[in-house]
């Protein structure tokens, strides 16, 4: 059975695709975005003009800062139709032509993807929760396995397990059962209007990852250390939380920035992530 099926996953993401970009107008998630980009510029090692894979780019957000940021061409693949319409405004409304040129806009299912070739891309991205929608996840790292190109990277991310345990004892005081499934499952529910999402421990995706052939260079959290605010969730946003208001101050956004590259990757540190990230290698 589909973890969420196609009228679903539609359902949800047609409000979710015009006021995502707007979450990040949040300073936790700006934070967030710093600290990604960081690990792109360390890890992904990309040069100008290469191909990079961003699976379930959605409105194509991450697509645009690669080509801006590293030069290279990005193919956005995604299972919402309503995300990549929003990734085609999005483009015709930056009026920048070199920039639509190199950013490809493709519709499929990262669990069965033969739109996707093999051997194809110098470098894979999945940017926040794409890994935590999927019905198999091994399926999807399979596709990116066989998608990248042998000595390339991939970085790939999902929920984090540890965080939503942690989130749903002390935050939302969810009651035992409720506790006992996430914990059986990792899959969690984190409000009615949200589909089911699977969660992750640093070894759940170190293990899957190898399953597909990759070698994991490291696993990091994103944040490890920063929680965020109710807040920090809710569109449109029109209500700061307590630590994104910390975080508008320069000196405290540089001080949390710092520390979190520090500690991020540390063994130990990952499993603290609000969301996981992991670093992968195809020999």
Not at 2 to 11: M, P, V, Y
Not at 72 to 88: E, F, G, H, P, W
Not at 165 to 180: G, Q
Request: proline residues 5%.
């Amino acid at each position: 059975m589909a973890l969420i099926d196609d009228d679903r996953f539609e359902e949800f993401f047609e409000p979710y695709a015009k006021n995502v970009d707007n979450f990040y107008k949040a300073s936790y998630w700006r934070l967030c975005d710093e600290i990604i980009r960081e690990l792109i510029r360390r890890h992904l090692d990309v040069q100008p003009g290469d191909h990079i894979l961003d699976a379930g780019g959605g409105t194509g957000r991450w697509a645009k800062w690669c080509v801006r940021e590293l030069g290279t061409r990005v193919t956005v693949a995604d299972r919402s139709r309503n995300m990549l319409d929003q990734a085609a405004r999005s483009l015709a409304e930056a009026q920048d032509a070199a920039l639509a040129e190199k950013v490809e806009l493709l519709g499929c299912d990262i669990e069965d993807a033969p739109e996707i070739h093999d051997d194809t891309f110098d470098g894979v991205i999945s940017i926040y929760n794409m890994l935590s929608f999927n019905t198999d996840p091994g399926r999807a790292f399979a596709t990116m396995h066989r998608a990248l190109k042998r000595g390339k990277h991939g970085l790939i991310m999902g929920q984090g397990l540890a965080n939503a345990l942690a989130s749903k004892f002390n935050r939302d005081l969810a009651s035992p059962d409720e506790i006992r499934k996430l914990g059986e499952t990792s899959i969690v529910q984190w409000a009615p209007h949200v589909p089911p999402l699977r969660v992750f421990s640093a070894a759940d995706l170190t293990e899957l990852a190898t399953k597909a052939g990759f070698e994991v260079r490291g696993v990091f959290g994103v944040t490890s250390l920063v929680q965020p605010g109710p807040e920090d969730f809710t569109y449109p946003y029109d209500k700061m939380s307590d630590i994104s208001r910390l975080l508008d101050d320069p000196a405290g956004f540089e001080a949390a920035l710092e520390q979190e590259l520090a500690r991020n990757g540390q063994p130990g540190w990952a499993d603290r992530g609000v969301n996981l990230m992991v670093h992968v290698y195809k020999p």
